[in-house]
C-alpha cells in the first residue's frame, strides 16, 4: 500500500538541544488538547520556529505521561509535506501512512480506495477516513506540518471536510506560513 512513499517524512524532527522553553506556547498547544477542538493552527513566517515548538510540545506530552500518576502517552502522528503532494491521491496516502504509524486499523476502509484505478470523490474519501477513526477511538494528534506548500483546491476541500467531521479525540495541528484556506473565520468562532 505505502510503495513510493518516502517515508522519512513521517518523522516528527528530534527536538532541539539547548531550547529556550516558550512556555506560553506550549501552553496554549495544550490548550487546544479539548475535544471541541478540531483544529490548531501553528502560523508564522519562515525561521520563527513553528516545527521546534510542536515537535518540543509533542515531546513533552510523551515526556508528561511516563509519570506514574500520568494516564498513558498521546500518541501522534507526524506528515511532513512538500510540492509533490498537491496531488490528493498522493496526499491522502501520505495521511494514511501517517495514521498506520499509530494503529494499522487507522484508514484500513480507504485502501481499496486509494489503490483504485478511477478514485471516488474525495469527500467520499474522507467520510470513510472519519468513520475509521471514529471506529477505533484512539486519542491522538495528527501534525500536517509545512502545510503552506499545498495549493491545489481540491486537498484543500478534502482537508476542509476532514475538519468537519473529526472525532473528538482526534486533534489535529497543522504548521504553516500562512493562513490556510481552511474556513478559519468560521471555525475561530
Not at 518523522?11 to 506550549?26: D, M, Q
Amino acid at each position: 500500500m505505502n510503495e513510493g512513499l518516502l517515508r522519512t517524512k513521517l518523522f516528527a524532527p528530534s527536538p532541539r538541544r539547548n531550547l529556550v522553553t516558550r512556555t506560553r506556547l506550549l501552553d496554549k498547544l495544550s490548550e487546544a488538547l479539548y475535544p471541541e477542538v478540531r483544529l490548531t493552527l501553528v502560523c508564522a513566517p519562515a525561521g520563527f520556529g513553528k516545527t521546534t515548538i510542536v515537535t518540543d510540545w509533542l515531546s513533552r506530552l510523551i515526556l508528561s505521561s511516563q509519570t506514574v500518576a500520568s494516564p498513558p502517552g498521546m500518541k501522534n502522528a507526524w506528515l511532513t509535506l512538500d510540492e509533490m503532494d498537491n496531488d490528493p491521491i498522493r496526499f491522502w496516502r501520505y495521511v494514511d501512512a501517517a495514521l498506520q504509524s499509530i494503529d494499522s486499523r487507522l484508514g484500513e476502509s480507504i485502501h481499496p480506495v486509494l489503490n483504485a484505478p478511477q478514485p471516488p470523490p474525495f469527500r467520499t474519501l474522507v467520510a470513510e477516513l472519519a468513520n475509521d477513526l471514529l471506529t477505533v477511538g484512539l486519542e491522538f494528534i495528527l501534525v500536517l506540518d509545512d502545510y503552506h506548500v499545498i495549493q491545489n483546491e481540491s486537498v484543500h476541500e478534502s482537508v476542509n471536510f476532514l475538519i468537519d467531521y473529526l472525532p473528538p479525540l482526534v486533534h489535529l495541528v497543522i504548521t504553516t506560513r500562512s493562513d490556510p484556506p481552511l474556513q478559519l473565520a468560521r471555525r475561530r468562532a
